[in-house]
């Protein structure tokens, strides 16, 4: 088995990955921006069924500041970066979001050369690819590439196409004998393991609470187990070197159509979630992906959105983010 950092274990993402880890049998430590924060990633860790003990640790390390990065690394095999900064709100000046995704991911890469770590996936998203085309008329894959100065580019869009291609640069140019592969996922849904719940499953925490399902959003969606199980394989397959995964579980979804499933499939528990009759009119841009990539090269299996969107709403009442009725 390999000892393994994951970045920013106490997201919601990294929580999956580290738990997923470790049922594996691997070594892990995971950067904490400080130490107050590891209680919190243990309790996630045992609520995804796991009692461990020194094969988790923990190093401090952010991605803005270099002191920290040199000893997160020192004897890994691999680095799984999954940490990045997501704002509940856009910044007044895109540079806050962009100077630490970017030079966060080089500080990573850095380390990780310097102590002769073999590979790191690092989690780019698919606003690294799906953003200011022309052209919204086909599925997208692994082959394009978001326009940072499209019209519809936010700063965190902005951030991750910047962020990945400067790896992809590094790795070029100044990687010696590292390794990367990198995981581009969608909208990231499934199961919580804490209370502290990301922008994405606010949006079931709303349906639940009797919120209106907003018209004309729709999305890619991928489940954080699925995630983190790409994460292992681009990890360790020889094929995944150098190479790019979009992680997307079927078509795109609509807020509506969650909706529909959990009143469906929940009964009682779902007594508040509105299904409006609506035309299904899509408000933008519909921005299809294909995982078609992974699960041939690597042979993923992403499960059902269905099975998903459920899962994520028992959580939430699981651990009290929505009252019960």
Not at 236 to 245: C, K, P, S
């Amino acid at each position: 088995m390999s000892k393994i950092l994951v970045t920013g274990g106490s997201g919601f993402v990294g929580s999956h990955v580290v738990a997923k880890l470790l049922k594996e049998g691997h070594e892990v430590r995971t950067t904490i921006r400080s130490a107050g924060r590891e209680a919190e990633v243990r309790e996630m860790v045992r609520n995804a069924g796991l009692q461990v003990g020194k094969e988790l640790s923990f190093s401090l390390a952010d991605l803005t500041d270099d002191h920290g990065w040199p000893a997160a690394v020192a004897g890994c095999d691999y680095v799984l970066h999954v940490a990045s900064p997501f704002p509940q709100q856009a910044p007044e000046n895109e540079e806050e979001l962009i100077v630490p995704a970017r030079d966060g991911t080089l500080r990573v890469l850095r380390a990780a050369r310097d102590a002769g770590v073999k590979r790191v996936v690092l989690t780019s998203s698919f606003a690294a690819i799906g953003y200011g085309h022309v052209n919204y008329d086909k599925v997208f894959d692994e082959e394009d590439w978001t326009n940072p100065n499209g019209p519809d580019v936010q700063p965190y869009i902005k951030s991750k196409v910047l962020a990945e291609r400067a790896a992809w640069d590094f790795i070029d140019r100044e990687a010696g004998a590292l390794e990367m592969s990198v995981v581009n996922p969608v909208g990231i849904f499934g199961p919580v393991l804490g209370p502290d719940i990301s922008a994405s499953i606010a949006f079931i925490k709303q349906l639940l609470q009797g919120a209106p399902p907003l018209p004309g959003l729709s999305f890619g969606m991928v489940d954080v187990r699925d995630l983190a199980d790409l994460h292992i394989l681009a990890m360790t397959a020889e094929a995944a070197r150098g190479q790019r995964f979009i992680g997307v579980s079927g078509d795109v979804v609509t807020l509506f159509d969650m909706a529909k499933t959990l009143r469906e499939k929940l009964g009682e528990l779902a007594s508040m979630v509105q299904t409006p009759e609506m035309e299904k009119v899509a408000s933008g841009p519909i921005r299809r992906s294909s995982s078609e990539k992974a699960m041939r090269v690597l042979g993923w299996r992403p499960r059902a959105q269905e099975e998903t969107i459920i899962d994520t709403a028992r959580s939430l009442f699981r651990y009290g983010v929505v009252s019960s009725i």
